[in-house]
């Protein structure tokens, strides 16, 4: 996730004092600005997106403005990481695993009139499945055989193999529903099924949302009339905006170290919360000296990392041995396999033919957790006689093509997004060049079951073996640091995947 770091801009300004002049006219139509905030709300957000529709591109800001407020796929995820039903209100699983049965909710529509039923949810997994597809998940749909549609309220879908996260898969913002009608728009113009419309994207400043009053889900009631995104890059304006109300909440504020500035502050909360944003180092694991699994595990036992995360991300954040969150079943603390132990860690140099070290350069994204943690680990390696050279590399392009594509790197160091993505380690081609037989049998086990326990067990194992092979050094999960103003309600104190679900938020009268 970038953090883009800029001055203040003359448009921030514009808008607190655009800010100012809205709430002197509520006052002018007799409405207050209190009464006025009941049924608004404005949010901030760091990054603005680089389109509207979360089929079709990667980036976590666009469905953290459209997923499951335009937005809604067959199933949902809720802040606790659960499936549960959305668009398909229940379903059945085959013994073999092999078929899915969907009974849809009926009476659905989009929000420009078009139906949502069996055909339509054909479409939309027949488009992200394609030939043509660019969904950036596209291989979650790559075991869906053949889709069929025997009637408009029951969807079908055969599988070619046992794909046991393929419920969690559905619930993702690049699995959502879109129309065939409005699909080819939904960069600049989405049209989805959810609580609210697309009403304007003002490019640079903000995206402006209304409440669907047309929402098929009765169960639900949506107290916003009105949500406008706002992009404030710089975290100075983003705590200025906070605090003068020209926003009334960020919920992934972008500087740890001005979430103390709002201590005391009588008008705003702060929340600190889990994602799913693990900080690791990964190496090449093709390279010299790091093909060597006791060099890796030596570099490992050289960071403290509760150090790192003082340095990088002001002591708010999580230690992790494996790459796997506290969020994701099976869960285990792993961080005892290879603890902070400088003496131990020359010893595994020595034994491996370094007994003097080595000299090497870490690509480190100009994202502000990047370079400092990369800091950190610089001084702490160089206890050990490890020289590590701090190359800043442009993210996403110059990063994307040195890393991604070409592996022209010793080591580097990302937040991973995804959730339950421990799956990457098996995926072959892989920045980490990691290859492990045993590590890839996991991976294909875990989806044969749709069980949980099995499941969660499975997870364990293979948590167990990264936090012993080390292909990459396992540093922190970054929280997810809140502010908005105490009278809201309903905002995710958690990111189980990346959002800000807006269908229960509401203010105190």
Known sequence: MMKVWLAPSARLVRRLSLGAAVSVGFVFFGLTPAEAAKTTLTLGMTVEPTGLDPTIAAPVAIGQVTWQNIFEGLVAIDEAGKVQPQLAKSWEVSPDGLVYTFKLQSGVKFHDGEAFDSAAAKFALDRARGADSVNPQKRFFTSIASIETPDPETLVLRLSAPTGSLLYWLGWPASVMVAPNSAADDKTNPIGTGPFKFVNWAKGDKVELEKNVDYWNKDVSVKLEKVTFRFIADPQAQAAALKSGDVDAIPEFAAPELMSSFDGDAKLATRIGNTELKVVAGMNNDRKPFDDKRVRQALMMAIDRKTVIDGAWSGLGTPIGSHYTPNDPGY??????????????????????????????????????????????????????????????????????????????????????????????????????????????????????????????????????????????????????????????????????????????????
Do not use: C
């Open 332 to 509: 285990v603390d792993l961080t005892g396999v290879l603890p902070y132990d400088p003496e131990k860690a020359k010893a595994l140099l020595a034994e491996a033919g370094y007994p003097s070290g080595f000299t090497f350069t870490i690509k480190s994204p100009q994202m502000a957790y990047a370079p400092r943690s990369a800091q950190v680990m610089q001084a702490m390696l160089a206890e050990i006689g490890v020289t590590m050279n701090i190359e800043p590399t442009e993210f996403p392009a110059k990063w994307v093509q040195d890393v991604m594509k070409d592996r022209a790197y010793d080591m580097t160091i990302v937040a991973h997004a995804e959730p339950l993505d421990i799956d990457i380690y098996a995926r072959d081609p892989y920045y980490f060049n990691y290859k492990n037989p045993a590590f890839d049998d996991l991976m294909k086990r875990v989806q044969e079951t749709s069980d949980p326990a099995t499941q969660a067990q499975i997870y364990g194992e293979a948590q167990k073996v990264l936090a012993e092979d080390v292909p990459a050094l396992y540093l922190f999960v970054m929280p997810k640091l809140g502010v908005w103003d105490k009278k809201l309600k309903g905002l995710w104190d958690n990111e189980p995947i990346p959002s800000n679900v807006l269908t229960n938020v509401s203010w105190e009268d």
